[in-house]
């Protein structure tokens, strides 16, 4: 629900790279007019070759675009309907997802990063493995409120998951719940669907603060909902929460906190609010109703909430999340690795190469935000694909930076020779400038793990991204890597010319 929003304006293009960051606003961009795509029984898959690539995985995202009522700081896509034929809903979420699974085969072509740097020296990319396996590590359902959805519909995209590709059993199925619609009944049929995480929307535990973010829900029933859960998927029930609302004292956020701590299980989401242009909360702050939090109070209380998780035996292991006993999010950390993702529903973000059409490049594909739209898109053409685009290596790259510096880890060397083979992180950031300078600050270490922040370094992320994505643009620069506009326009081409 809450994407992070953590982000100078500038990022915020790389922070919608995040599946389901798509909101009204933001991903409305103006993409290709929408694909004509043959249906997805026309395109034989290649026949496998077992031995020639490494098994391929990927995440699965799924979206659920509906929501009871606005919540007044959201702007998500997220729609409030009266009557929600939701058989059709499913029926496009499962053509969607099967559409994707085949058109990526979910492997790992291991020639296909060596390829993109043939690509931008008009070499032609040769893609020579062809699926040995594909697998899906974890499912997300994600909205929206996801938990308004019937436990038959989330059953049914599992199992056409699990039919279309392997899905292990410990395989990580996470599903957003608002505590509006998680009884222990609803919460207990998802689980026999096969969701085996749940993240709660709880966002407050004072009744005044989430009546003024507009929650259908009560402290109370927040509580309930975690006990339920907490019941049912015991050390794997997320909490996701709120900070920085207009007016929110230090003291009273420490005392919400302190709350959260004893509801907790062992995961938390924590999200400093941000004031969306054209959201309710937003008006009502531009209009002097509402205090803007300042600046310091905000650091302040990011800075005691991870002292205190820390404390009661949390691992800060990424700015916007917390775990303790290893319950981290499999699913997440996909996406902070850089991992392929596919998304599927209205909206969806995905980054995946197109091995089901003998693809070897890393592409952004983006689904149709409207779900009415969408739904007719899926039942004519399969999928709902909205935009497109190969992302060049050093596209590549910045999401990597941008992402992998999110987490504790950081970049290993692994991770980054996966996308860049040529120019170690020791050739990029290991020599004079930026990165250095960063490190000798003290936000910032480069050693044999690989690229990181520090403690200090994590709580100001932000400010320390332009300083390495400009000294990464350089370094690639220097490498003659044609800008965009040039050469880059060939391997961008791909989008709308042969509608996948
Ligand atoms: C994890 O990913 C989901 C799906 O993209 C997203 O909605 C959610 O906000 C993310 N959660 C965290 C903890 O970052
Ligand atoms: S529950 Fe509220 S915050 Fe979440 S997507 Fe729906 S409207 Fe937005």
């Known amino acids: 629900m809450a994407a992070v929003r953590r982000w100078p304006r500038k990022l915020a293009v790389l922070a919608a790279a995040l599946p389901g960051a798509g909101s009204q606003g933001r991903a409305a961009a103006p993409g290709p007019a929408v694909l004509p795509a043959p249906g997805p029984t026309e395109e ?22 509906y929501c009871r009522k606005r919540c007044s700081y959201c702007n998500f896509n997220t729609y409030v309907v009266r009557a929600l034929d939701e058989a059709a809903v499913r029926a496009c979420l499962v053509r969607e997802a099967q559409t994707l699974l085949r058109l990526s085969q979910v492997h790992r072509c291991v020639y296909g990063v060596r390829s993109e740097w043939a690509l931008l020296r008009s070499s032609v990319p040769t893609c020579n493995s062809p699926p040995s396996a594909s697998s899906v590590t974890s499912v997300f359902f994600g909205g929206g409120t996801p938990s308004l959805a019937g436990p038959g519909t989330v059953a049914a995209v599992l199992e056409a998951v699990a039919g ?40 407050s535990l004072d009744d005044s603060e989430l009546r003024m973010l507009g929650r259908e829900h009560t402290a109370a029933e927040a509580r309930q909902a ?5 019941g049912l998927f015991p050390g794997r029930t997320s909490m996701d929460l709120l900070f920085g609302l207009p007016g929110q ?23 400093q609010l941000t004031l969306e242009r054209g959201t309710a909360l937003a008006a009502q702050v531009r209009g002097g109703a509402l205090p803007e939090p300042p600046q310091d109070l905000l650091a302040d209380m990011y800075e005691t909430a991870r002292n205190v998780l820390v404390a009661t035996g949390f691992r800060h292991y990424e700015v916007s999340n917390f775990a303790r006993k290893g319950a981290l999010s499999t699913h997440n950390l996909s996406y902070w690795r850089a991992d ?19 693809g070897c ?12 739209t969408w739904m007719r898109e899926v039942q004519s053409h399969g999928h709902g694909t909205r935009s497109r685009v190969v992302l060049n290596p050093l596209e590549q790259l910045e999401e990597l930076l941008t ?32 990165a250095r300078a960063l490190q000798q600050s003290g936000w910032l270490v480069l050693d044999s793990g690989g690229l990181r922040c520090t403690w200090a370094g994590l709580a100001v992320l932000d400010s320390l991204l ?35």
Do not use: M
Not at 184 to 201: D, H, M
Not at 352 to 358: A, D, H, P
Not at 361 to 369: F, H, K
Not at 473 to 500: I, N, T
């Open 403 to 434: 992402l992998g510096l999110r987490t504790d880890e950081g970049i290993t060397h692994e991770c980054w020779g996966h996308f860049s083979p040529q120019f170690s992180l020791q050739d990029v950031f290991g020599e004079p400038g930026e």
């Open 226 to 230: 975690v006990e339920a859960a907490r």
């Open 44 to 65: 034989p898959a290649p026949e496998p070759v077992p031995g020639t690539a490494a098994p391929a995985t990927a995440a699965l995202y799924v979206h659920w675009p």
């Open 164 to 203: 279309a590709a392997h899905l292990a059993a410990a395989a990580e199925v996470t599903l957003e719940a608002n505590p509006s619609s998680a009884s222990i009944s609803r919460l207990a049929g998802f689980r026999a669907a096969g969701v085996n995480r749940l993240s709660i929307g709880v966002q």
């Open 466 to 500: 332009p300083d390495l994505l400009w000294q990464l643009q350089r370094a690639l620069g220097a490498a003659r890597c044609p800008p965009r506009d040039k050469e880059g326009q060939d391997a961008r081409a791909v989008s709308g010319h042969d509608g996948q």
């Open 361 to 372: 490049s890393r592409e952004a594909r983006v689904q149709t935000l409207e779900p009415v």
């Open 249 to 271: 004292s230090r003291d009273a956020w420490a005392q919400r906190l302190e709350a959260a701590l004893g509801l907790c299980d062992d995961h938390i989401s924590l999200y």
């Open 340 to 358: 392929e993702y596919i998304g599927v529903g209205p909206g969806a973000h995905g980054r995946f190469v197109l091995r089901g059409e003998g």
